[in-house]
């Protein structure tokens, strides 16, 4: 203990012949690196660049780093100590906030008042607790730059409600008004280069690196495993169970597949379905479907028509589907030619897993929209789903019935969509249908169009 | 007022320049003064001597050799030091009675001295400028680990252990083995 007590004693009496070097001298002070953490973290809170999730990280950042500024000037007058009440309010609730927008769950962007008012308040707070700093050590403080900034701060707000969509001048404008409070915020800083010395800066429990890091990680791994959470889309899935069924089925199988049904995509549907093809008459198979303009995000179509009756017929689309396990909503979307009504549909989804195949029913909701110029209707069907993360394997199938007038043989168009959602999407929480498309042609969607045709020779007219 | 206007003041008219200077700077040399006397009654007795030290010496203050707040910062700390080194020996000499002081400043010591500046000078350039700012802190401001954590954003253990290995390390490069 003598030993270093000596140690220290011979370096404070060699250093008294080396003098700090000028910026020492100037980074030496009680309140520098919290009155640069409060003029950051007002800058990072007033940026907003909605790219890269820096409209996320940058507020986040901003929120600690004025929570951990004001948090050690807290003790010097009440001005600072209501700022930094202001600051950790302000920094649980976009903690909160983040995290309700990785859910389905409301978030709070239903009270916006209240997050400008907390602003406005914390800008008002700091600029009476630097004019008394300064008042106490008998400086006069010039000029109000945290008041300029809650001017400029307010004329954003203001072009923000009143004019959501500016032109480039009005952006410039904005542009011009953000330098001009970054310049406010930083003569803070120098408007305390003296003055500053009479503060006192408030011990503190947690160091602030710590702090920080707990908690943009913290919040960083809630959101994560929400966002994962929320953008699952469960289904009951059920073993399937092969080589069952009634010999009527069995009957059914063996005609579809001598009119040409394929025996590997027959096998993926259930009992109840082969039903429906009672008495088929005839099958169309094409085996390629996708669209050749569409875009390749890792699903393959295969479309199968068949002809169930003379004016009816049972539309298959067939998908394998090979996406990062990432992608977790998925969405299919039939759609057919308004020339017939189309009615009962019906799908699956299937994977693998530990050797054993599962299925799980899709749940297709009918859409239907009137086009205005020929007042037809048309209806599609839609479903949202997500595979099981340890599924391998995956495919799937999807069908409806279209009937046709008696004056008609039975051909037209199928379509089935099919859109991944892309990584970016998951946080915030959106239906895939909501979310913001990826690229100008939506480069997330693969489509397959299949054209049948059932005409006199196959109905015998 | 700036300090190219300070200047001016005090070629004009020194007693104004130099009150002009003690409004300005005041707040700094209370806290470097606080730092290193943390008796209130020792630190406006120190502070004293710095203003008459200052109607006396700031006319020999140069620009060219530094900021004239690294030189208030300097005339601080040394009349602080001076302050704390006396009161020191004040308590030593109380508790020690009858026993003479020692002699500190031998040449041999001098020479000493001079060269391990020398070696403290190389050491400090090797450090980053976070530990070179803990390092003046601790032995030039003379600042107490609690107010070095708060003002920067540490907690106490956490500059304590900062300090420990800033030590360390200076004491091996210093020729110590810096393992105790």
């Known amino acids: 203990m003598t030993d270093w007590k000596d140690f220290d004693d011979a370096l404070r009496d060699a250093v008294a012949d080396l003098p700090p070097p000028e910026d020492t001298v100037q980074t030496v002070t009680p309140f520098r690196a919290a009155i640069r953490s409060v003029t950051a973290g007002l800058c990072l809170s007033f940026f907003t660049l909605d790219a890269w999730y820096l409209q996320y990280l940058l507020p986040a950042l901003g929120a600690v780093l004025l929570c951990l500024g004001t948090r050690s000037l807290r003790n010097n007058s009440r001005w600072f100590c209501f700022m930094w009440i202001i600051s950790v309010c302000e920094a649980l609730s976009l903690y909160c906030n983040t995290m309700l927008r990785a859910t389905r769950l409301p978030d709070l962007t239903a009270f916006p008042w209240l997050s400008l008012g907390l602003r406005a308040a914390l800008l008002v707070c700091l600029h009476l607790g630097l004019r008394q700093a300064a008042a106490e050590t008998g400086h006069s403080p010039k000029g109000a730059p945290v008041l300029w900034a809650l001017v400029w701060y307010g004329v954003l707000v203001l072009l923000g409600i009143f004019w959501p969509q500016p032109g480039w001048i009005v952006f410039l404008t904005m542009a011009a008004a953000f330098v001009c409070i970054v310049r406010s915020l930083l003569r803070v800083s120098a408007q305390l280069s003296e003055a500053g010395y009479s503060l006192r800066a408030a011990p503190v429990r947690v160091s602030g690196g710590k702090l920080a890091a707990a908690y943009l990680l913290s919040l960083a791994a809630l959101t994560?495993?929400?966002?994962?959470?929320?953008?699952?889309?469960?289904?009951?899935?059920?073993?399937?169970e092969q080589l069952s069924g009634s010999s009527e089925t069995a009957a059914i199988r063996t005609d579809l597949k001598a009119l040409g049904f394929p025996e590997d995509l027959l096998d993926l549907l259930p009992e109840t379905e082969i039903a429906k093809l009672s008495g088929a008459e005839g099958v169309q198979v094409n085996l390629e479907a996708a669209w050749a303009d569409s875009t390749d995000n890792g699903v393959r179509y295969t479309d199968l028509f068949v002809l169930t009756s003379p004016r009816s017929v049972r539309c298959y689309h067939f998908f394998t589907v090979d996406t990062p396990v990432a992608v977790l909503q998925n969405q299919v979307r039939m759609e057919a030619s308004s020339f017939h009504q189309i009615s009962n549909p019906a799908g699956q989804i299937l994977w693998n897993r530990g050797g054993t195949l599962y299925a799980a029913s899709l749940s297709l909701e009918e859409e239907t929209y009137t086009n205005p110029l020929f007042s037809q209707t048309y209806s599609s069907f839609t479903a949202l789903f997500s595979y099981p993360f340890a599924g391998k394997d995956r495919q799937g199938w999807c069908a409806y019935t279209a009937s046709f007038a008696p004056d008609e043989w039975p051909g037209s168009v199928s379509i089935l969509r099919y859109q991944t959602q892309a990584l970016r999407n998951l946080f915030p929480y959106a239906p895939l249908p909501e979310q913001p498309q990826v690229g100008m042609l939506n480069d997330l969607e693969s489509q397959s169009y299949s054209t049948y045709d059932f005409g006199p020779t196959w109905i015998g007219n | 007022m700036d300090d190219h206007a300070l200047r001016a003041l005090l070629d004009r008219d020194p007693a104004a320049g130099t009150q002009a200077v003690l409004d300005r700077y005041g707040p700094l040399l209370g806290y470097v003064v606080r730092g290193i006397l943390r008796d209130p009654q020792d630190a406006e007795d120190c502070l004293s001597d710095i203003s008459l030290a200052l109607w006396r010496n700031l006319a020999r203050y140069d620009p060219e050799r530094g900021s004239m707040k690294a030189w208030l910062t300097a005339l601080a700390r040394n009349t602080a030091l001076n302050h704390w080194t006396a009161r020191q020996r004040q308590e030593t000499h109380r508790a020690e009675t009858g026993q003479e002081p020692a002699h500190w400043d031998t040449p041999e010591r001098e020479v000493l001295r001079k060269e391990r500046a020398e070696q403290l000078r190389a050491a400090l350039d090797r450090l980053s400028d976070r530990d070179r700012q803990l390092f003046y802190r601790k032995?030039?401001?003379?600042?107490?680990?609690?107010?070095?954590?708060?003002?920067?954003?540490?907690?106490e253990r956490s500059a304590e252990g900062r300090l420990y290995r800033l030590r360390q390390r200076l004491r091996r490069e210093l020729g110590g083995d810096g393992d105790d």
Do not use: M
């Open chain 1, 224 to 240: 994560a495993g929400l966002s994962l959470a929320a953008n699952h889309l469960p289904v009951e899935g059920h073993p399937v």
């Open chain 2, 139 to 155: 032995y030039y401001y003379l600042q107490s680990t609690a107010q070095i954590a708060a003002e920067l954003g540490l907690s």
